[in-house]
């Protein structure tokens, strides 16, 4: 929420770009861009698409859900994927900077938005998504909104349509890492302290690591959902998951994983 009142006070999606440390670009500068932020989401969603088999010429007619869609970073490629995107985000803030963002790189007819208010409930009918795609949100969640918003996913898919999920595995660096996370999210509480802190992108950082969640921890209740599981890894990782196929790309992040499945 924090960081969706800083984005507010800005003027320009540029702006977010170039001043607040929450971007997920690895650095904050003046000679940033929104069109540069938005090319690493071009590169990266043809990738993710191509790799996971989701890429299909009956895309154009179908409906993308993006949980977690930030100023739009990915959402634009999906508008020129997808017939329909519906971004969803738990900030106000960040809902109107996709607008603005779509509106310049993307399809912004074929886009609608949706914000979490509550941070777990998608305010989406059952059954109205041929896919649900997250990338970089759910770890950034309490355990219990990630699991929430994970069983909101396959609640929205049709039968037969994909479900598409990232999250953060655990590792060693999370006894200090997870701590000083909630450190920072009480500070980022503090009035006028809490909006220079999300403007820095180390505090961002820490502050967004809230969860680990292993793949059975989500697999484990939705599993009579969902067939053709799979969990997506780094060739590095060792992360697998009960009754599921275990898929290897390089373009994984090593702390990472995805679980691509089918809705029954």
């Known amino acids: 929420?924090?960081?969706?009142?800083?984005?507010?006070?800005?003027?320009?999606a540029d702006e977010v770009v170039q001043e607040t440390g929450w971007v997920f670009n690895n650095e904050t500068g003046d000679a940033l861009t929104l069109e540069q932020f938005v090319r690493t989401g071009d590169q990266e969603?043809?990738?993710?698409l191509t790799v996971?088999?989701?890429?299909?010429?009956?895309?154009?007619?179908q409906t993308l859900v993006e949980i977690g869609c930030g100023i739009g970073r990915m959402t634009c490629a999906f508008t020129r994927e997808f017939g329909e995107v519906v971004a969803c985000d738990l900030d106000a803030?960040?809902?109107?900077?996709c607008?603005?963002?779509?509106?310049?790189?993307?399809?912004?007819?074929?886009?609608?938005?949706?914000?979490?208010?509550?941070?777990h409930t998608l305010d989406l009918k059952?059954?109205?998504?041929?896919?649900?795609?997250?990338?970089?949100?759910?770890q950034h969640c309490d355990p219990d909104d990630a699991l929430d918003l994970s069983s909101e996913a396959v609640r929205i898919v049709k039968p037969g349509g994909k479900v598409v999920l990232n999250y953060r595995s655990r590792s060693s660096y999370d006894v200090?890492?997870?701590?000083?996370?909630?450190?920072?999210?009480?500070?980022?509480?503090?009035?006028?302290?809490?909006?220079?802190?999300?403007?820095?992108?180390?505090?961002?950082?820490?502050?967004?690591?809230?969860?680990?969640?292993?793949?059975?921890?989500?697999?484990?209740?939705?599993?009579?959902?969902?067939?053709?599981?799979e969990v997506w890894r780094?060739?590095?990782?060792?992360?697998?998951?009960?009754?599921?196929?275990?898929?290897?790309?390089?373009?994984?992040?090593k702390h990472h994983y995805w679980i691509v499945a089918t809705a029954r």
């Open 1 to 12: 929420m924090t960081a969706g009142r800083v984005t507010e006070r800005k003027t320009s």
């Open 45 to 48: 969603v043809p990738a993710y």
């Open 52 to 61: 996971f088999g989701l890429r299909d010429p009956a895309n154009a007619e």
């Open 93 to 97: 803030g960040f809902l109107e900077r």
């Open 99 to 119: 607008h603005e963002t779509v509106a310049r790189f993307g399809q912004p007819d074929r886009l609608q938005t949706v914000r979490v208010v509550d941070g």
């Open 126 to 138: 059952p059954n109205s998504a041929d896919i649900a795609f997250s990338y970089i949100t759910l």
């Open 176 to 229: 200090v890492l997870l701590p000083l996370g909630g450190l920072v999210r009480q500070m980022f509480k503090i009035p006028t302290l809490g909006g220079w802190l999300s403007s820095k992108r180390v505090f961002a950082r820490l502050g967004w690591q809230a969860n680990r969640l292993e793949p059975n921890e989500i697999i484990g209740p939705l599993s009579p959902l969902l067939r053709d599981i």
């Open 234 to 253: 780094n060739p590095a990782s060792r992360t697998t998951g009960l009754k599921a196929a275990v898929k290897e790309f390089e373009g994984i992040n």
